[in-house]
């Protein structure tokens, strides 16, 4: 399975962070104010976007060892692909179908409908730069914001780190983040969405740990 | 306008007075509009300032009808210049009755015209351009066969295994470059340039001549849908429809008539220092991003990065 070329762009570096909620603010005026900075800056808005993330539990009886958690996301940049990750395992970016297959495979895979977490958001351009604040919903409460900062034009991950760090300090002061882990491991390979996701699970990892009231936490 | 002497159909008397006609319409109008513009004059009760108003408007308006009755009078007297101008064969198209269906004649006075004035606006140019002397190739144009000197070498006919042989060479030159060389179209060398991961170029040449380049992302089709090469279309991305314009800009820089290679490889050398476009930072302000754009400039004698706006 591939993934069906369904966007305008490739997908360029890209970083995604959460960013803690303002003191005395609550999480949709800490939006507002990153949107009406980014606004300033001269970035246009361009729709929505959304990201989800569902759990599912890998029945431990027939595998033998202790169930491993499998994520499966959807990303609205992509539409008609679906990718299915384990946490520190490989990522499959598979057709949007997937999610049907899931189903037939109930016996395998269990889901836990309650660890549903999604971001939903707005879509900004500046330049060349694909900027999306989304607020991190799980069930009906707001955990969170999520920010993601893509840099088009540049498809190798560590060429464009600065660059995307003075970008983000720009409109995000001091909660611009340090270098993603994902980073690390790729040292001059292409970016990929993939990439995307598995920052964007790390992130819903992280929101679903802390309490109900959205805490500091960068990372 | 008139050219010269007037054949005996206008009456020039007729003709003058028309104009100073025409130069009193324009003031009764223009009169018209300040007595708008002024508006209502300041008298004592509100209705003798509407009638002030009103009376003075009337006036103007019946200024402006006497004076475009007049210019009408005038231009009737005035009479239409004929057009029989003496032009010899070309005026026998004159006679053609049907003048609707077939205006041979009046457009063939207007293309005279227009291409009279076309070759004296050139000439112009011409004179203007040649004192910025932007001559890429060792040919002299515009001097007539018989004063150009018969042993001069032609650096535009080339021999397409020769030009190949330095495209080859320059492709072993650096180890994050490669080159591939097409032709597509006739005998010009298409290349396309991968500078690493970073970016691609389509130089188009002409003979070893830069003729033209785009430069695209590394991720950005390069290709049309028959599988040709595009040349045509620009980069999706901001930063590199700026470094495009550099590039335009530093193959128009790199001049050396008597010897082209020279000048492809060090355009090749330059397009080089694009390998670290989004690591290096300015060299003038230290940053790496203005207006979102990173340090796009490339300094033609150090190959130092600046912003478009930072270099000196």
Request: net charge positive; proline share 5%.
């Amino acid at each position: 399975t591939g993934i069906p070329c369904d966007s305008l762009h490739s997908t360029g570096g890209g970083n995604v962070t959460q960013v803690p909620v303002a003191e005395g603010k609550s999480v949709q005026q800490t939006v507002e104010m990153l949107t009406r900075k980014l606004e300033l800056l001269g970035a246009e808005k361009q729709g929505t976007f959304c990201v989800d993330c569902e759990t599912y539990h890998t029945a431990a009886s027939t595998m033998g060892q202790t169930g491993k958690l499998m994520y499966v996301m959807h990303n609205s940049e992509y539409p008609l692909s679906c990718f299915a990750l384990f946490e520190n395992g490989p990522c499959l970016i598979a057709d949007a179908y997937f999610d049907t297959l899931m189903v037939k495979l109930k016996g395998f895979f269990q889901n836990a409908k309650a660890n549903k977490i999604e971001s939903r958001g707005t879509r900004y351009q500046y330049c060349d730069f694909l900027v999306k604040v989304g607020t991190v919903t799980m069930g009906p409460s707001a955990r969170g914001i999520s920010v993601e900062v893509e840099y088009c034009p540049c498809v190798i991950a560590n060429d464009c780190w600065n660059l995307l760090m003075e970008f983000m300090q720009s409109f995000m002061g001091n909660h611009a983040p340090g270098v993603p882990s994902v980073f690390g491991t790729k040292h001059d390979s292409i970016y990929s969405p993939a990439d995307t996701m598995v920052q964007y699970m790390e992130l819903f990892n992280k929101i679903r740990k802390q309490q109900q009231v959205p805490v500091a936490g960068i990372r | 306008m008139a050219d010269g002497v007037l054949s005996p159909g206008v009456n020039l008397e007729a003709f003058s007075q028309a104009i100073a006609a025409i130069q009193a319409l324009r003031s009764s109008v223009t009169r018209v509009f300040d007595c708008l513009k002024d508006g209502m004059r300041n008298k004592e009760t509100l209705e003798g300032r509407e009638k002030g108003f009103v009376a003075a408007f009337q006036e103007s308006l019946h200024s402006v009808s006497r004076d475009l009755g007049e210019l009408e009078r005038l231009s009737n007297l005035v009479g239409k210049p004929s057009e029989n101008h003496p032009l010899h064969n070309s005026g026998l198209l004159s006679l053609d009755p049907v003048q609707d269906k077939t205006p041979l004649y009046s457009q063939l006075l207007q293309a005279y015209k227009w291409s009279n004035k076309l070759q004296y606006h050139a000439g112009l140019a011409s004179g203007l351009l040649n004192q910025q002397s932007l001559k890429r190739s060792a040919n002299q144009m515009g001097v007539s066969a018989k004063r150009r000197p018969k042993a001069q070498p032609t650096t535009l006919v080339l021999p397409p295994q020769y030009v190949d042989d330095v495209i080859n060479r320059i492709d072993r030159m650096f180890p994050e470059m490669t080159i591939q060389l097409s032709r597509p179209n006739g005998t010009s060398a298409m290349l396309l340039v991968t500078l690493g991961k970073v970016l691609k170029v389509i130089v188009v040449m002409r003979s070893l001549f830069i003729d033209r380049t785009i430069v695209k992302g590394y991720n950005e089709n390069v290709y049309t849908e028959d599988g040709k090469l595009d040349i045509w279309s620009k980069s999706n991305y901001q930063v590199f429809q700026k470094v495009t314009d550099h590039a335009t800009t530093a193959l128009l820089h790199y001049q050396l008539p008597q010897m082209p290679d020279v000048v492809v490889r060090s355009f090749m050398t330059w397009l080089r220092s694009y390998i670290k476009l989004f690591q290096a930072p300015c060299q003038r302000c230290g940053k790496f991003l203005q207006d979102g754009l990173p340090p796009t400039w490339r300094d033609f004698r150090t190959l130092e990065a600046f912003h478009d706006t930072c270099r000196q």
